[in-house]
């Protein structure tokens, strides 16, 4: 409730300027690349540099000004409720704020104290002078496969590193000011993960923040949406970086990292549902073609009724994976985090296109937002990996980690009678997979998806308990059993049977 009064202030902002600023950068203004000589006398030698419009940059401060992050340490989720927030307007947005975070968080864990001390409230800054947070870790010849990093660290005498190669999705570029992590490889490292480090690389070298670092942005990636987010290739050439892992250890604090923004990505995905969801109901409540508001329409009602029911569900999902992020104790919030991941990024996608659908042929026009927003929503399947990744992810938690008895457990502790019989299915499964180790590489991407149904339906169920003793509101239970009945019920013929609650809707 501290924070109440501020997030109820950030809403209105996201609903207003931020929602402005979207529409004006994704259409009007997207980064700029400009290849610019940087000495006159040698008109040959140019650099890329990266302009973006000033509103876009401001919006990304405005997070930091709020105290979202610098918060973080003291208030775990407010973050990612930011995240839910912000994501509902613009997904271009969150995204840097989603790499912020985890970067705050590895150098408050792991930098050295003279690190740490310069670098870190540089991050926290509230100021509207906040240095931005990247992860660089893909290059064009290994996408998902950091172990393959090709970029080579040369340690240099004064104890900084030197860095040598390619990125190939560079985030934070364009930026006044960023502090990234970069996965590489030092000279005489053995291949593979074993031989990754992972650095800090600023974009000044100096305590004032005024003398450039070193590298070269190629070309800037023309994308299906987030047009508003600057991503660039980019030519690290002698770039000046600081050791956070050695060798050995880079590949586990970038995984240590890249949960932290999946959760991010959850969080994202359930504010794009919220919001497809508004845009729904906001143009079905007022088009009345041939004298009947279309929510008055039973099959519009009940595609409505869906779009809520995923939201819901995705929303438990990510605020389950948020609740738990941090616990290092446990192998659960992991787990939760590679299905809450995976689970609503896929119904952000539906989400959008439904609702699309629903507005019709001028949801289809960019005059519209639902464009933007069905376009932007692509990215979460993909972001901080796509659903195969998180599937090998999980299947490594389930047949090395224990991570199909903490799954058990957290259903166990969930009251429903529907519920025990698919956690009893899912005992089944792990059982017999248990049986047949050598196909948990197939089927790795079905445990992902029956699992997070799964989950999803335990943990409306749970929240519907919670509302029903706590307010007397049956409304969310009924929506579990709306998704129990679209997700594990099957029908050869059509049903006739009309839900329950359309007539709360209108």
Excluded at 409 to 436: C, G, H, P, W, Y
């Amino acid at each position: 409730m501290r924070w109440q009064s501020t997030l109820t202030d950030f809403g209105s902002f996201c609903g207003g300027e931020l929602d402005s600023q979207a529409a004006y950068s994704d259409h009007i203004h997207p980064p700029v690349l400009r290849h610019e000589i940087t000495d006159p006398i040698h008109p040959d030698q140019r650099r890329g540099h990266v302009y973006l419009n000033p509103r876009y940059e401001a919006a990304q401060q405005e997070l930091s000004q709020r105290g979202f992050l610098a918060s973080c340490f003291a208030e775990q989720m407010l973050p990612f409720v930011a995240q839910y927030l912000v994501s509902k307007s613009d997904i271009a947005t969150g995204c840097p704020f989603a790499m912020s975070h985890p970067v705050a968080l590895l150098i408050d864990r792991h930098a050295s104290a003279d690190l740490k001390a310069r670098l870190l409230p540089e991050l926290l800054r509230t100021d509207g002078h906040a240095a931005v947070g990247g992860t660089w870790a893909t290059e064009k010849h290994s996408g998902s496969d950091i172990g393959n990093t090709k970029t080579r660290a040369v340690h240099q005498p004064d104890g900084t590193v030197r860095l040598h190669g390619e990125n190939w999705f560079t985030s934070a570029i364009g930026f006044s000011r960023f502090v990234t992590i970069k996965t590489a490889r030092p000279d005489g490292a053995p291949s593979g993960g074993k031989g990754i480090g992972l650095y800090l690389v600023p974009s000044h070298i100096d305590t004032d923040w005024q003398v450039a670092n070193d590298y070269d942005v190629l070309h800037l990636k023309e994308k299906v949406g987030t047009r508003g987010l600057p991503t660039g290739e980019v030519k690290l050439t002698g770039t000046l970086a600081y050791e956070l892992a050695p060798a050995g250890s880079g590949m586990k604090m970038m995984m240590e990292a890249l949960g932290c923004s999946r959760v991010h990505n959850a969080m994202g995905a359930a504010g794009v549902m919220h919001r497809a969801l508004m845009e729904a109901m906001c143009w079905t409540s007022h088009r009345s073609p041939f004298g009947k508001r279309l929510v008055e329409q039973p099959m519009v009602q009940k595609r409505i009724l869906d779009l809520e029911t995923e939201w819901l569900s995705g929303s438990a999902l990510a605020f389950e994976a948020a609740r738990s992020f941090g616990d290092g104790q446990t192998v659960w919030p992991r787990v939760a985090t590679a299905l809450a991941k995976y689970k609503t990024a896929e119904q952000a996608v539906w989400c959008t296109r439904k609702a699309l659908e629903l507005v019709g042929g001028n949801g289809y026009t960019e005059e519209y937002p639902v464009a933007r927003l069905f376009r932007d929503a692509q990215v979460l399947t993909v972001w901080e990996g796509p659903e195969q990744i998180q599937a090998l992810e999980l299947m490594r938690l389930i047949t090395q980690d224990h991570g199909d008895q903490a799954y058990l457990d957290r259903l166990s502790a969930i009251q429903d009678d529907r519920l025990k019989v698919l956690t009893a299915e899912m005992k089944i499964a792990f059982d017999n997979l248990a049986q047949k180790p050598a196909a948990a590489v197939l089927t790795a991407d079905e445990y992902l998806q029956r699992m997070a149904d799964v989950l999803a339906y335990g943990l409306l169920c749970e929240e519907g308990a919670w509302e029903l003793q706590n307010c007397d509101d049956t409304r969310k239970m009924r929506f579990a059993a709306r998704f129990y009945e679209r997700t594990f019920v099957h029908h050869v013929r059509p049903s006739l049977e009309i839900p329950r609650f359309l007539q709360t809707i209108g």
